[in-house]
């Protein structure tokens, strides 16, 4: 008999379980996913489930970049959203609620928080697209990267909001992106490695540099700036360690303008890593001063392109 009752019992719970699920279907079938962002949450009182469903929406955007302008954005993309259904499940006692966001309204909303961003972007494309000369043309686009900034802030809430998961006005940003790659690009940096052989530190560089955008590389016919990195290893065995090898790396970087043939930035870089083969000691201090100097290299690059 206990066991029928039990039997009994779980059998009502299922039936009431697929009973909400076909009252959650059949309301859920009027916010299709290709139109509406959705969120179900449930509690004990139905204002508490209402909120709840409307703060996982809110949720949703936490994850997304934030810039400055992001909050009064998204505050007003969220004050769209809205407790469309709520019930009450009999059998637990608990109520359920949904709360939808209209895709479409929402992207409607962001629309114009766009217009300044692109409307800055399609000027300073045009000079750089326009311009004859590429250091020029590379300052002008040095100004956009702050602006592609925020329109990818833009964009992230965008494609949050698009079913397919588009950007706003895709050939647009496209465009914009290209003259900005192309201008960096067009600058031609020429590394010369002199010292101790050793790809280490100038692979590090070479990755940096062709991270920021600007074409560099070694024996080029045709150049703007030249790249002069000077390396040096001494090893030495450890005083308090025996067997431990030290390698003591020094690297001597200059950047040359060819078009007036000054050199306008130097520097040195050091570093100390140990290893018990000399070998393994000498390409750690190797990697240790390649990535300190990439940083120093990309700010000394940058600030001197802005003075020009």
Not at 111 to 124: E, T
Not at 163 to 176: G, I, Q, R, T
Request: aromatic share 8%; proline share 3%.
């Amino acid at each position: 008999m206990k066991k029928l009752c039990i039997l009994s019992a779980l059998a009502f719970i299922l039936a009431a379980c697929a009973g909400n699920k076909n009252i959650l279907n059949e309301k859920m079938s009027k916010y299709p996913a290709d139109k509406y962002i959705t969120k179900i949450a449930s509690a004990q009182e139905k204002e508490a489930a209402k909120q709840a469903a409307l703060k996982d929406l809110r949720t949703l955007f936490d994850s997304l970049p934030r810039t400055q302008e992001s909050a009064p954005r998204r505050e007003s993309i969220l004050a769209r959203a809205a407790a469309v259904q709520w019930w009450k499940d009999k059998p637990s006692g608990k109520y359920f609620a949904i709360a939808a966001l209209e895709r479409a309204g929402a992207q409607q909303t962001m629309q114009p928080f766009y217009v300044p961003v692109d409307g800055k972007l399609a000027a300073l494309m045009l000079r750089v697209n326009g311009g004859q000369d590429k250091f020029v043309r590379v300052k002008d686009a040095m100004q956009m990267q702050p602006l592609l900034t925020q329109r990818a802030a833009l964009d992230a809430e965008y494609r949050l909001l698009a079913f397919d998961s588009s950007a706003y006005d895709e050939e647009k940003l496209y465009a914009f992106r290209s003259a900005f790659n192309q201008a960096f690009y067009d600058i031609k940096i020429n590394c010369v490695l002199t010292g101790t052989d050793d790809d280490a530190v100038k692979t590090a560089i070479i990755d940096g540099l062709n991270g920021m955008g600007f074409a560099v590389g070694e024996d080029l016919p045709a150049y703007d700036m030249q790249l002069s990195i000077n390396t040096k290893v001494t090893k030495t065995s450890s005083k308090t360690t025996e067997g431990l090898y030290w390698a003591d790396s020094t690297a001597t970087v200059s950047l040359k303008d060819m078009r007036t043939g000054g050199i306008f930035a130097t520097f040195s870089k050091f570093g100390r890593d140990g290893s018990g083969r000399p070998e393994e000691a000498r390409r750690r201090s190797m990697i240790a001063v390649g990535a300190d100097s990439v940083p120093v290299i990309k700010h000394k690059l940058l600030e001197y392109i802005e003075r020009k």
